[in-house]
């Protein structure tokens, strides 16, 4: 399965590796195709030899050879050729070759022999000999089968190249590239290495062992993943990961020489033998594990076309592998040597193994690779072509121009060269600009599928941007995605305001128009983040089949990943089953989606909000104006005292309470009450307040604490227990300028009389409404003209110059200042001033209720 697409600051990273890759591949391929090409040395001794850490074994010396004349011996042991020692067996392979690539019939040889018996060792100097029957006897059939066999490496690099190169971004591709790139060096190492100057033949040689020691952990790895995740990934996902780092320790070892060998802490502790077993087991253990898993994805492929895709690789894999390995496991197990036509037909089969991968890719589109071999090479010449024609127009018509203008000039002028100059510029900017469109329109010729789903993402972008409710988001959705991809039904869920998922798009049957969030195509979705294709042995209800559903797209919030919706598409027109690039479509159009539904849920929801706080606003106003009426709508009229009062409040409605009651007889009642709470809290107990001395106010001529007794047991019975309100209560006798109080916890009322001098209203009882047993004193006081009587709430004596809790307040001392100098005013007046001083006092938002009574004798 394809990886999703990475960020775009790795792809430098990842177009860095693959050019890293190639080089690598193509460097050693041509190496080794070059070298296995050289022509074998031209001179000879007689002997046939094998190689060892040691040197040299002769194994037979030819009669008559000069070598015999010399006086080798089969065993000997040539240990220094040319006074070089060898220090391994490739070493020793390399320096015979290399000492006879070099000599010339004539030429002498010295060579230290260890010679069994001896001791000592012998400078043996055979002479060089042409070497015998050089003839060229290879027939044309030999010399072409040669050819093939010393060309493989070009079928893997080119497909394992081509493949990286077109999808980069994908996980399989990468491993597919690697894994070919292991079966490059695959072939014998050629003896003609040791021609190779030191330093490249170092490199070749450690290539060689490093990628031949991942070949089996990587053809493994690739198909436990490829195209999914096989049944034996499923139950020893570890294993694709061990094998490469078992390879490493015991393959990495041998770089120095080409061939695989331990590490050297590995080889202390383990025999060569033993290693050399493993090797074999982990080799051809792997191998027939990968070709398994293969066989199980194929025996598991959720549809016929999967199912066919697969065939191609599985049959070129098997015959392309199975002969190679065999004729390897008989060389390792027998020292099979096999002859050339049995080896011809063994590499010839091990060419389908990347045929069949090409085939598939070109022609069934596996791993999601678009057919561009067909269409790359005219969509080149088209492009580059109508760039030749724009350049080959302009530099025409520039010196066309030139020469144009150059007969309007007198001879040798030279104006005729800038003026020339600047209409080719002017003709190449025009061009470059038809050039930009040209393109456009070739590209969407060329490439329309990859042309049409980022044009559609670029337009749904722009477009999700202005969508406001669901319905047009599914319309567009709908649109969209019916343009590209052509389903021969699709619905559009999206979550309502109700939680449950309507259809919003396309008919959907009567019993899927709505669905809960447990139904079944919603579990489905809801257990997904990607696109998912439901294949035909996929067992599902009634529902699913009602819809026809063939792909399932989750609709996802942006942020909190909430499923907001889902799409469910039918079977294409086309037959085709969704690609990978389609489902990365439609993972795409999905994530837009969940954007916009997230923008208009937020949208809802604030307009919800807002319709909820415009109630709330229109219902605070009303309570405003009820509360407002239940504060004294006119000042009494008495012939003595002149009364005025204010409520300033903090919010809409507020819990400071003033009232006068009319008690009959030339008798006026005052009352000021400061509830425990602001808002709604302290409106509603101040209704309750309000009410409760209304109700009983009369009692207030005869009884003034028996009055205040039965307001406190009523506002204590129905608040609760941390509710009370201070409260101040007066009786002012209009014929005997007699005021009768009740201070209940209040702040102190301030008297200001006639000739300069303050009394003060001192608490009389405790608050009302903190307890059931309670009682009061009243205290009467007569007042003269010119006395003014101000009672207020702490907001206005506690009113401070910011929010700072440290700031300084108003003080009572400023209220008596403002008192004096507003007392010549009438009761209206001096409310006016005291409020006035108090605001330029504390200009940023009050704190608190604020609340006067100002009643002044006359």
């Known amino acids: 399965m394809p990886t999703s697409d990475p960020d775009r600051r790795y792809r430098p990273l990842l177009y860095s590796a693959a050019v890293l890759l190639a080089a690598l591949s193509i460097f050693y391929s041509a190496a080794w195709m070059y070298y296995v090409r050289q022509a074998m040395p031209r001179v000879e001794v007689g002997i046939e030899e094998k190689y060892s850490a040691s040197g040299v ?74 070497t015998q029957g050089t003839g060229d006897t290879k027939t044309v059939a030999y010399t072409v089968g040669e050819e093939i066999i010393n060309s493989y490496p070009i079928f893997f690099a080119v497909v394992g190249l081509a493949v990286l190169f077109l999808r980069m971004e994908d996980r399989n591709a990468w491993l597919l590239a690697l894994m070919f790139a292991t079966w490059i060096p695959a072939g014998p190492m050629p003896s003609e290495f040791a021609a190779a100057p030191p330093g490249l033949r170092a490199s070749l040689l450690a290539y060689r062992t490093i990628t031949s020691s991942m070949l089996t952990p990587l053809f493994y790895f690739f198909f436990a993943v490829f195209p999914k995740r096989s049944p034996i990934e499923h139950k020893v996902p570890w294993l694709k990961w061990v094998l490469p780092v078992i390879g490493i320790c015991l393959g990495f070892g041998g770089f120095r020489h080409g ?97 069949s991968f090409a085939y598939a890719v070109v022609k069934h589109r596996v791993m999601d690779v678009p057919v561009l071999l067909k269409r790359s090479a005219r969509y080149f010449v088209v492009e580059r072509g109508f760039v030749i024609l724009i350049v080959v127009l302009s530099v025409g018509l520039t010196l066309w121009f030139g020469q144009a203008f150059s007969r309007h000039f007198s001879a040798g002028s030279k104006a005729a060269i800038p003026i020339g100059a600047t209409f080719g510029v002017l003709v190449i900017s025009a061009a470059t600009q038809v050039h930009r469109r040209v393109r456009t329109r070739l590209d969407r010729a060329f490439f329309r599928s990859s042309y049409d789903a980022q044009q559609i993402l670029e337009d749904l972008a722009a477009r999700t941007l202005t969508v406001t409710n669901r319905e047009d988001l599914a319309d567009l959705l709908q649109q969209k995605i019916s343009d590209a991809l052509h389903p021969s039904s699709m619905f559009v869920y999206l979550m309502s305001g109700s939680g449950q998922f309507s259809a919003y798009s396309g008919n959907a049957p009567a019993d899927a128009m709505t669905l809960s969030p447990k139904a079944e195509v919603m579990a489905v979705l809801a257990e997904r983040t990607q696109p998912l294709e439901l294949s035909p042995e996929d067992t599902y209800g009634s529902q699913m089949a009602s819809l026809q559903a063939e792909c399932l797209v989750p609709i996802r919030g942006s942020s909190d990943g909430e499923l907001q919706g889902g799409m469910v598409l039918g079977m294409r027109l086309s037959e085709e089953p969704y690609s990978a690039s389609d489902k990365r479509l439609l993972a795409s159009v999905a994530s837009q989606a969940g954007i916009a539904m997230r923008s208009i849920t937020l949208a809802e929801n604030m307009a919800e909000r807002m319709e909820a706080e415009r109630r709330a606003q229109q219902e605070m106003q009303i309570a405003q104006q009820v509360q407002s009426r239940l504060l004294p709508q006119e000042a009494p009229a008495l012939s003595t005292l002149e009364c005025a009062g204010r409520c300033v409040q903090t919010k809409i409605v507020g819990g400071d309470y003033y009232d006068f009651l009319d008690l009959g007889s030339g008798r006026l009642g005052l009352v000021l009450a400061d509830i425990a709470g602001k808002g709604i809290s302290g409106a509603l107990l101040m209704a309750n307040l309000q009410a409760n001395l209304r109700s009983q106010y009369a009692l207030a001529l005869e009884d003034i604490p028996r009055l205040l007794r039965s307001v406190n047991r009523l506002f204590y019975k129905n608040t609760e227990t941390s509710h009370y309100a201070t409260t101040f209560f007066a009786v002012y006798d209009d014929e005997t300028r007699l005021l009768r109080y009740v201070n209940c916890g209040h702040n102190p009322p301030m008297l200001l009389r006639a000739d300069g001098e303050v009394e003060r209203f001192s608490a009389t009882a405790t608050v009302l409404g903190l307890f059931e047993e309670w009682d009061c004193n009243v205290v009467e006081c007569e007042l003269v003209p010119g006395d003014v009587l101000v009672i207020f709430t702490d907001g206005i004596s506690e009113a401070g110059e910011s929010d700072d809790t440290e700031s300084e307040e108003f003080g009572e001392a400023r209220l008596m200042a403002a008192i004096r100098k507003n007392r010549e005013d009438s009761a209206v007046g001096i409310l006016d001033g005291i409020l006035r001083e108090v605001q330029q006092f504390s200009p940023d938002q009050q704190a608190d209720d604020m609340t006067l009574i100002v009643a002044k004798c006359r």
């Not at 080798?72 to 015979?96: M, V």
């Not at 194929?298 to 895709?309: L, Q």
Request: glycine residues 6%; contains cysteine; aromatic residues 10%.
């Open 259 to 355: 061939n695989q060998d331990a590490l050297p802490f590995i080889a202390a502790v383990l025999p060569f033998e033993v290693a050399q077993y493993v090797r074999m087991v982990l080799g051809y253990g792997g191998m027939a594990l990968g070709v398994l898993s293969l066989v199980l994805n194929v025996w598991h492929a959720p549809h016929a076309s999967d199912r066919r895709k697969l065939k191609v690789i599985l049959w070129g894999t098997v015959v392309g592998v199975t002969p190679i390995v065999a004729l390897y496991a008989a060389a390792d197990s027998i020292h099979f040597t096999p002859p050339f036509w049995v080896s011809f037909v063994c590499v010839f089969l091990m060419l389908l193994f990347p045929l």
């Open 57 to 130: 074994v002769i194994s037979e010396v030819h009669k008559g050879s000069p070598a015999e004349a010399a006086g080798l011996k089969a065993n000997d042991l040539i240990t220094a050729i040319n006074g070089i020692r060898p220090d391994s067996e490739l070493a020793s392979s390399s320096l015979l070759f290399h000492t006879w690539l070099k000599a010339q019939p004539g030429d002498t040889a010295f060579l230290t022999v260890q010679r069994p018996g001896l001791s000592q060792p012998l400078v043996i100097t055979p002479i060089f000999r042409a």
